[in-house]
């Protein structure tokens, strides 16, 4: 079992940057992909971008290609989520999560979830 927890959200203003952290517990760590998800009020939740298992593969939405960076530390069971250039559209709950199906977008395919770290990006 893999448990998740986000960090690193907050308030900031459009064009600057931000890194989410995710900090995972369990010793099967590095045998999960892990992906970010974010959902916005009244929005459904959205594939944000993941990477494999050994961080080989990764995989990115289009409205974040370019500016997002995922990465993953296996020795200290963390995922990041470097975001550059922020946009107000960017605003949302993000979610980190562990699944055996490598860099997959589908929300299903992931078994564990953090409870989520909220962005707010100002215009």
């Known amino acids: 079992q893999v448990q998740l927890v986000e960090f690193g959200g907050g308030l900031v203003q459009a064009g600057t940057s931000l890194t989410l952290s995710c900090a995972a517990s369990?010793?099967?760590?590095?045998?999960?992909?892990m992906a970010w998800f974010r959902q916005a009020p009244g929005k459904e939740r959205e594939f944000v971008a993941a990477?494999?298992?050994?961080?080989?593969?990764?995989n990115y939405a289009d409205s974040v290609k370019g500016r997002f960076t995922i990465s993953r530390d296996n020795a200290k069971n963390m995922v990041l989520l470097q975001m550059n250039s922020l946009k107000p559209e960017d605003s949302a709950v993000y979610s980190c999560?562990?699944?055996?199906?490598?860099?997959?977008?589908?929300?299903?395919?992931?078994?564990?979830w953090g409870r989520g770290t909220q962005v707010t990006v100002s215009s």
């Open positions: 369990g010793r099967t760590f590095s045998s999960y992909a």
């Open positions: 990477i494999s298992w050994s961080g080989g593969s990764t």
């Open positions: 999560a562990a699944g055996r199906t490598s860099v997959t977008t589908r929300y299903s395919d992931y078994t564990y």
